[in-house]
């Protein structure tokens, strides 16, 4: 079962390469972020002919994520808990039966949080995360597969970025941004890409702007965390580069992890 993320950065902007990726790439699960539509107006018609499930949380005009699926999830939760206030639509949970049980696959996207002196949006990124540390303890403690995929906004270290000093004050890269993602490794969650290689300049995003693309001036922000249950059944990692040369990118490109669950 190949399971993929990729924050895709308005899906009806790219309604045309999302089909050719989902007709070349074949994932059977895909997490969405930055769908920037609301839940009527996404683009559901197109993605369905291709045989494809979709659940949305949507909101209109930014944010928003979705699960693509060729199976039928069995249960469906939306919005990260722990914030009854927060309105942003960063979190789903699809829940689908496998040979032997339960598997849980989360979309999200974590806040970005810059600039970091912001008097809400830093504080806003380290409380979703100690929100999403809090939902992972909640759901390991299930002992099923949980993968936990989407665009963290994080660069957990140095080697995962172009140029450290470049980055040392942005939101995505400071000590307290990645403590928070180290403790939540800490519960015994598994970064994908990590757990096969420990190759250097293995990016996810590159900026539209100053030849970021063509310098390969990038940052490893999506990240697959996997539970030991998960873990188990992991076979391998790639991150699909070449999505990026096509006409009208994403930013971001897909992030994806071959597992050996089978539909029950």
Known sequence: MKIATWNINGVKARIANL?????SSAPDIVCLQEIKSEDAGFPRL??????YHVETH?????????LLSKM??????RGL???DGDEQARFIEGVFSVKGGALRVCSLYLPNGNPPDDPVKYPYKLAWMERLKAFAEDRLALEEPLILAGDYNVIPEPYDCHDPLAWAGDALFLPQTREAFRRLEHLGLVDAVRATTDETKLYSFWDYQGGAWQKNNGIRIDHLLLSPEATDRFRAAQIEKHVRTWEKPSDHVPVAGWFDFEAA
């Open 58 to 66: 949507g909101q209109k005009g930014f944010n928003g994520v979705a």
């Open 72 to 77: 039928k999830p069995d249960e469906v939760n």
């Open 81 to 83: 808990p722990g914030d």
């Open 46 to 51: 197109e993605i369905e002919a291709l045989g």
């Open 19 to 23: 089909c050719e990726w989902l007709k």
